[in-house]
């Protein structure tokens, strides 16, 4: 699968992925032919009072209408429509080649662009608030099994040491209860 991998004015990293529809629209056309007369510069002036460049968003609206787009045409104007406005660095990127999405809020890039990496300082929290998480719904659940196992209880300064004094994104995301559940990244 390929995206649109940026980075967000605040230093995070997003990546934008398209669906399978949006090319074929935009190769075609015809998406609103059943609209009435006006409805494209309707569209257009929708997206322009929603903060989307005018240009963007009269190129993206009569790709829509009209189609003749190839798919690379397709990718800039989805970059520059949904990407330009909320970032810098644009590269259109194999997902397969990004980290791990557990630590997804922590990922960053250098200055130049290029993969993204997990800053570990804004790991760690992350990890925290997951175990946390977890912990909570288990115990949750424990509540209301009569006969089932009594709730845990986390020793906090064995685990924020743990966070605190992982090497790598790897080692901090083993940093979990024994026996419990992950939750879905």
Known sequence: MRGILYTRHDGGVSVTYPTREIFKVMQCGGFWNDKPSGYVQTQIERQIS???NPDHARRFAHAVAFGGCSEAETWEIIRDRDCARHG?????IDTSELPDRWFRDAWRRSSNGGPPSVDLEKA???QWRKLLDAVSQENKRREFDLFGPA???LHKATYQTAIKNARDDEELRK??????SLLPS
Request: avoid cysteine; charged fraction near 15%; charge should be positive.
């Open 50 to 52: 929603s903060g989307i």
């Open 124 to 126: 760690r929290p992350i």
């Open 151 to 153: 709730p845990i209880r």
């Open 175 to 180: 940093i979990w209860v024994p026996g419990l």
């Open 88 to 92: 810098v660095l644009h590269e259109l």
